[in-house]
């Protein structure tokens, strides 16, 4: 359905399930590293900065690209100023539930690092000991998983 690649060894590899992976593994990472920051280690709040930060300019480059290969664009429509798809007058909305999860677990992320990282600079410790967004992150794909529409073979 989406971006696929055909590799030399004959698999198929899916870019947004990679693209997913990857960006659940930085959240991950930048949970942990919130965890793990204090005051006598700061380079963990660093770390975990610019895991966060990864993970957001990863999700806007993946929905810049399926912005590009879908021909969508930009209209100021009411009621949701967004990105709609070319056809039909531009009446369906672009993106998927996923490419949303993708975007605002990557920026709760992004603000509970960067408050922890300037809290651990000033020589305190963070005041967000837990991180909920690798979790709300993993449920919203599981949950867009089950929600989304199968796709219908034409070969059978």
Not at 41 to 59: D, G, Q, R
Not at 130 to 152: D, H, N, R, Y
Request: with cysteine.
């Amino acid at each position: 359905m989406d971006h696929q690649f055909l590799p030399k060894g004959g698999t198929q590899l899916e870019c947004p399930s990679l693209v997913v992976i990857v960006n659940l593994l930085l959240e991950f990472a930048s949970a942990v590293g919130d965890q793990l920051s204090s005051t006598r280690k700061p380079y963990f709040a660093e770390i975990s900065l610019v895991m966060s930060v990864l993970s957001l300019i990863l999700s806007i480059l993946d929905f810049t690209y399926k912005i590009q290969a879908r021909k969508a664009r930009f209209r100021c429509k009411l009621p949701i100023p967004w990105f709609y798809y070319p056809s039909r007058g531009y009446d369906r909305i672009f993106g998927s539930s996923t490419d949303a999860i993708l975007f605002f677990c990557g920026v709760g992320q992004l603000i509970v690092s960067t408050i922890n990282c300037s809290f651990t600079e000033r020589g305190r410790d963070g005041p967000i000991k837990v991180s909920v967004w690798p979790l709300v992150f993993a449920i919203g794909m599981v949950v867009s998983k089950f929600m989304e529409k199968p796709t219908i073979s034409k070969e059978s």
